[in-house]
């Protein structure tokens, strides 16, 4: 039996998809060592850098500034959106980078694809349940309460380097 699991303890999270046997055998040690990873490093461990702070490690290139960022048709040009799924990942990343948030929820979603004028077809608005779905399980967005999601941290990494 194939069983699913997603924890998230401070700034780290863990997903796993898998055999229901190894969450049975390995879980406990893998709660205890996440766990001990958080208290060791702190709120925010210095070597993950934290959505408020990107690379907040004073060796690492500058950090992105989303105030920078433009707006989501400059966003979604940028990124060259065809789709609607590309336009709702432009429209998340406006969110995530531009205005901070750590998490969305689909109302913010949808308006913020709505203000991409250039780019925004109203299918786009319709199909909008079939296009998150999509990219929840393409582990571009994460799933984090019903109709609250957020971006894949290497999704977020991808933006930053298209868009600096």
Do not use: C, W
């Not at 055998?25 to 925010?44: F, I, M, N, R, Y």
């Not at 690379?55 to 609607?84: E, Q, V, W």
């Not at 709505?114 to 967005?141: C, E, M, P, W």
């Amino acid at each position: 039996m194939t069983s699913k699991i997603k924890i998230r303890i401070g700034q780290i999270e863990i997903e796993y998809e898998g055999s229901e046997e190894f969450l049975k055998e390995e879980l406990p040690d893998l709660l205890q060592a996440v766990t001990k990873l958080h208290k060791e490093a702190g709120s925010v461990p210095p070597s993950i850098p934290s959505a408020e702070e990107p690379n907040s490690n004073s060796s690492s290139p500058p950090s992105f500034d989303g105030s920078k960022l433009g707006t989501t048709n400059s966003i979604a040009a940028k990124l060259g959106a065809k789709t609607g799924s590309e336009l709702a990942i432009a429209a998340a990343a406006k969110l995530v980078l531009g205005s901070g948030l750590e998490q969305f929820t689909r109302k913010q979603l949808l308006q913020e694809m709505k203000n991409a004028t250039q780019y925004y077809k109203s299918t786009y608005g319709s199909n909008l349940s079939s296009t998150i779905k999509t990219l929840v399980g393409d582990h571009r967005f994460i799933e984090r309460s019903k109709d609250t999601y957020a971006l894949k941290a290497d999704l977020v990494a991808t933006l930053e380097s298209q868009l600096a």
